[in-house]
């Protein structure tokens, strides 16, 4: 547990160092002045000159050399101190808290939804490999695995906003509004997890404990509860750490379909606005929860499997 806890403090501290170069490279490098851009997101592009953009540049200390920017950016991260939105003059801490809740809700609603579809879908097609079920499931997953995640979102919204007219597009004002946004994204993470499943059933079904533990007289229910698919959980829980990039990617294409109020849109506007601070943050609150993500993943795997606690005290004894 502790040396888990280790790795991935270490991680973090790596992946905050990074993604904040990165990041501020990045926005530096695109093209067209940023104090002008910075200006158009406060005042209206109407409203806005030269002059405006020069107070802003002044204003923010655009003019200093990017290294003493860059300084300032890392100095202020090792207080915790995010700084301040350079459009909205609000703190970034206080726009990721609020942006990141509506985040981890449509992710909890992906999973739930890619959960509710891998798993029946999965365990049918390994109980039976090769048959119509696995055949049936295994092109599916290749024909929607093969769709982006904007082209599968604006398809659905066809489906069933327009033409059916069952549930609302863009924004969240109810859970009527979560539904098609995490299905795009629980779609997407389905078409490899049910194939994960679906292996790790098989493999579990032809096992030689499985065969074992009817022979001895548990009935096939029994087995299937307490052998089979704690066995194949455990290659499905570390799958999940695997695509947390992936939904974490998916996101932030997911929110800007939807007009979803999550981290993901928020970066696009800020990308657009220049708002340095606010990618900086919302791209390095990104990369930490995807590490606490990971941590817990491990820390599932220790649950589930046993050996890696024996393993643990067999060291912990020698």
Request: aromatic share 8%; with cysteine; hydrophobic share 55%.
């Amino acid at each position: 547990m502790i040396s888990a806890f280790l790795a991935r403090g270490l991680q973090a501290v790596l992946v905050a160092l990074i993604v904040s170069v990165f990041s501020f490279i990045m926005m530096k490098a695109l093209p067209g002045d940023a104090a002008y851009r910075i200006a158009a997101g406060r005042y209206g592009y109407d409203m806005m000159d030269a002059a405006s953009a020069e107070v802003v540049r002044k204003e923010l200390g655009l003019d200093q050399p990017l290294l003493l920017q860059l300084a300032d950016w890392i100095s202020a991260l090792a207080k915790f101190d995010l700084g301040k939105s350079l459009v909205y003059g609000t703190p970034v801490m206080d726009e990721i808290a609020v942006q990141l809740g509506y985040s981890l809700l449509l992710a909890a609603g992906a999973v739930l939804a890619s959960l509710l579809i891998a798993l029946p879908v999965g365990i049918a097609a390994g109980l039976r490999p090769g048959g119509l079920v696995d055949k049936a499931s295994f092109s599916l997953s290749v024909f929607l695995r093969a769709i982006p995640f904007f082209a599968l979102g604006i398809l659905l919204i066809l489906v069933f906003a327009i033409q059916l007219d069952l549930l609302p597009v863009a924004g969240f004002h109810s859970l009527e509004h979560l539904v098609l946004p995490s299905l795009t994204l629980g779609l997407g993470l389905a078409t490899v997890s049910n194939r994960v499943v679906r292996d790790a059933v098989a493999d579990a079904m032809t096992a030689e404990w499985r065969l074992f533990s009817r022979t001895k007289g548990l009935s096939a229910r029994l087995t299937m509860l307490r052998h089979v698919l704690r066995n194949a959980a455990l290659p499905v829980v570390a799958y999940v750490g695997v695509q947390l990039a992936y939904l974490i990617e998916g996101v932030v294409i997911v929110e800007a379909v939807f007009a979803w109020p999550g981290i993901g849109h928020a970066l696009v506007h800020a990308i657009f606005s220049r708002d340095i601070p606010m990618v900086q943050g919302t791209a390095l609150t990104l990369g930490l929860l995807y590490v606490v993500l990971n941590l817990c993943i491990d820390l599932a795997c220790r649950g589930i499997d046993p050996r890696t606690r024996l393993s643990a005290r067999e060291k912990q004894g020698t």
